[in-house]
Every structure is written in structure tokens, then in C-alpha cells.
């Protein structure tokens, strides 16, 4: 009989909550432990060339000094707490160059190895990279090429087992890296 008045119900309506969930919060912290864990694998010459604060870095260098199982576990929950004011983002993009290298990086090693196959292959390249690179030095680049077929040719002669010799075929990609 008594009429209620309808109360507007708004789609958004999350309660009144505006913060995430305690289980997206433990989430958020054990990635961040994880990536503390990272940390404290690296070499210190690693550790420098990331943006840590100095506490932060201090903490790892501890963890990596620790040598008890109980006393690693907690340094590396510190770790993880320090984590929440570092640039996690940064860091991670850092560490995923160092696994697995950059695009351009790769890019540039293939373009060097195409070369120096076609170095060994063919006589006209050489006088290509000298027109790229008018510095370079023309009686090292022969000889490594000449070795380097010397070595082509032994080692297609091997028997199957034996380990092909690429001194020279190395030295070549050296000398082509280096004029980059």
C-alpha cells in the first residue's frame, strides 16, 4: 500500500568501494617481491645501471651478502616492501632487454652476420662496405675474409664429430661490428 520511492540504481555502483581488492593488492605485492628477486640475482654492475634508490640498493646488495635461508627470505621481503616506491615498470622493461636483447639490437646482428656471409661468398661486397665505409681498413678486412674461406673450406672437408674451427669467421663479424 505505502508506495516506496524508487531510489535511482546507477550502473556504477560498487558499493562505495574505490580501491582494489585485497587480493589485487597481494597480487601486486608478490609481483613486486618477484621482481625484488630478480634484483638480487643480478651482478652488481647490473644493479648500478638501473634507477634504485640508494636504500633500495643497499637492501639488495644485503640480501645478496646473506648466506642463512631465514635471513634471505625476510631481506627479500624487505626488498619487495622498498619495491612499492621504485620504478617497477623501468626496471622490468630493463631487465626483459638484458634476457632477451632488443629488437634493434637483434636486428643489427642479423644484418652483420648477412654481411659477413656474403663477405665470404662474394668479391663484390667488400668493395660495397669499402664505398659505405671509405675509412676502413681494406688489408685487415682481405685477410680475415681470405682466412675466413680457408676456414670455410677445411671445414667442409670434416668428418662428422670433429668441431669446425670459426677463429677467423668470428674475427670477421669483430671487424664488421666494429665499423658500425
Do not use: C
Not at 58 to 75: K, M, V, W, Y
Amino acid at each position: 500500500m505505502y508506495d516506496q520511492p524508487d531510489s535511482p540504481a546507477t550502473d556504477d555502483d560498487d558499493g562505495g568501494y574505490d580501491r582494489p581488492s585485497k587480493s589485487q593488492v597481494k597480487r601486486e605485492m608478490l609481483a613486486l617481491t618477484d621482481l625484488g628477486k630478480e634484483l638480487i640475482a643480478l651482478s652488481p654492475e647490473r644493479l648500478r645501471q638501473l634507477p634504485l634508490a640508494e636504500r633500495l640498493h643497499d637492501a639488495i646488495r644485503e640480501a645478496q651478502r646473506t648466506t642463512s635461508r631465514e635471513g634471505l627470505r625476510r631481506q627479500t621481503h624487505f626488498v619487495g616492501k622498498l619495491m612499492r616506491d621504485a620504478p617497477a615498470e623501468e626496471i622490468r622493461r630493463q631487465l626483459d632487454v638484458w634476457r632477451n636483447g632488443s629488437r634493434e639490437e637483434t636486428a643489427a646482428m642479423h644484418r652483420l652476420e648477412k654481411l659477413r656471409d656474403r663477405l665470404i661468398e662474394d668479391d663484390t661486397a667488400l668493395t660495397e662496405l669499402l664505398n659505405l665505409h671509405p675509412g676502413a681498413d681494406v688489408q685487415q678486412l682481405r685477410t680475415l675474409i681470405r682466412e675466413a674461406r680457408k676456414e670455410a673450406r677445411a671445414n667442409a672437408e670434416l668428418q662428422q664429430g670433429q668441431e669446425p674451427k670459426r677463429k677467423h669467421y668470428r674475427a670477421l663479424f669483430q671487424a664488421l661490428k666494429n665499423l658500425e
